[in-house]
């Protein structure tokens, strides 16, 4: 996730920047940078770690070491692979104009063409960098503007996410900055101020902030700062007192980057989106894959290869490809497909999945898959990664990095990605424009209902406190949600440690019914579906072996009251959603039973969070 710090004040800015920076390090990142303010503007950016790029400015005979005012960034990449040529900060051609950007910026492409057309040349793959250049084209034609008036001006061409820094050596006694979605605070010293993209930076210089709202700017000067909004009306803003500490603020008062994650959802789920999505008359794009499209619908075969969670998301994936886009699906798991000798060609396409892009089996599937000649389209997180930058073509989820060891954030944007790419597929094929809309609608609402869910955490908790000691739990669901039920034994297990299985509901019947007495909970995904009737049964005859029973269930659904110990009630959403929405009370269940046996959910037992050997 990129982080933003600036300083304006009297010491030297760059130990304060890079001091800065440090303290966003959590949050990830792939490259860093710096602009100081020396008169003229002095950057100095590039890939990989604040440390090496420290290093790299002793090493350097710059003179950016006397200034006293500057903006830094860490970039964790989304448009554009990590390279010093993308790092921000960003500048203008004459090199007079310094910006940092946090944040998409949706309508980049339509920008960059006009930009272009005045004459404008990119150094970079960003979206970011058209701001500097949108700038510099408002400022440069009406040179008596203000900087904070040319950059007022430039937003209002701007659609997308913005938290932004812009320093200039036209007018180089202030810091201009603004936000949209995407986070600044002001910190307020003595005669100095500082700015972040969160409290981290700023709490061991001041504890008193201002934090910027939605469509406000401000302007920064070692005399103050003021305030107004993007359709400049002044605004008064109130002073916060910060009252917690470093690891409090990384964490973002959560006690677990796990936790975190979990409860990031409703954002990162509207990041997948972002950009790619119209719920209203259902547009629907997916500018990775577009060069291929026609390669992809016209596929014998999709075979999907991933690990893990990853396999998870493309289980559901099968579904969905099958539902939507009337494709044949075979989801396979990476380390099996890349050692049997599978049957695969030009006419089909892999679909490899995996949040780091590092995982070596599933590398290893993707190296074999393309040596036979079939397509392989990349679904990952981390931009970049040697699986994105292997890949024929892909597409980002956007779940920004995820820290916490299991999977959470990243396995539902794994699978929103999936979904879209079904309706893009089935366009013009099985699904009609209305039809895909209907769809995206129920997508669009997922967010708003997971933030629901997420009101349930103390519910589950309780839920979780009678559960600590169980040494077996299985998971059952039936259709989109037999997934979900091997998703949430897997959290349960490599979390608490206790020993959990996911089936199909009606596999029960077929042996793992021979294990249930009164030690072993049941969690039943009973989706209020066609196969409801069905479950209510499986759940009765765990009832009558004395199995203790928890349902995730729609809310209104008393049938299921009646016979399950605990029922999480959720709200209902079309089948093909549901997935997005039953495995969030899942993952808070495991979190709370692995934290109230004391495990170390970020970092538990034997696992890396990137499993880069085979
Ligand atoms: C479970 C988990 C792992 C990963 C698996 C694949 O919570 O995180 O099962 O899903 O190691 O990793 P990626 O997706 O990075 O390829």
Redesign the pocket.
Known sequence: MCGIVGYIGSRPAVPILLGGLKRLEYRGYDSAGIAVGNGSVGVFKQKGSVGALEVALQASSSMLGDATMGIGHTRWATHGDPSDRNSHPHTSMDGSIALIHNGIIENYSALRTELRSQGFEFASDTDSEVLVHLIDSIWSSCPELSMEEAVRKALHHVDGAYGICVISGRDPQRIVVARKGSPLVIGLGDGEFFIASDAAPIVEHTKKVVYLSDGEMAVVTRDGYHVKTVGNEAREKSVTELDFDLEEIEKGGFEHFMLKEIFEQPVTMQEVMRGRVRHEDGFVRLGGIEDYLDRIRDARRIVIC???????AGLIGEYLLEEFARIPVEVDY?SEFRYRNPILDEHDVVIV???????AD?LAALRLAKEKGALVVGIC??VGST?ARETHCGMYTHAGP?IG????K??TA?VIVLYLLSLVLSKDRSLSRHDISLYLRELGEVPEKVSRILELNDQILEIAREYVDSRNCLYLGRGYNFPVALEGA??LK??SYIHAEGYPAAEMKHGPIALIDEDMPVVFIAQQDATHGKILSNVEEVRSRKGRVIAVANEGDEEIARLADHVIYIPSAAAPVTPLLNVIPLQMLSYHIATLRGCNVDRPRN?????TVE
Do not use: D, P, R, Y
């Open positions: 991933a690990c893990g969670t990853s396999w998870h990476a999945i995996s949040q780091s892009g590092e995982t599933t997180n981390v699986i995820e060891v299991a999977s959470t990243a396995f794994q897997l959290k490599e979390i696992l890396a969070k990137s499993v």
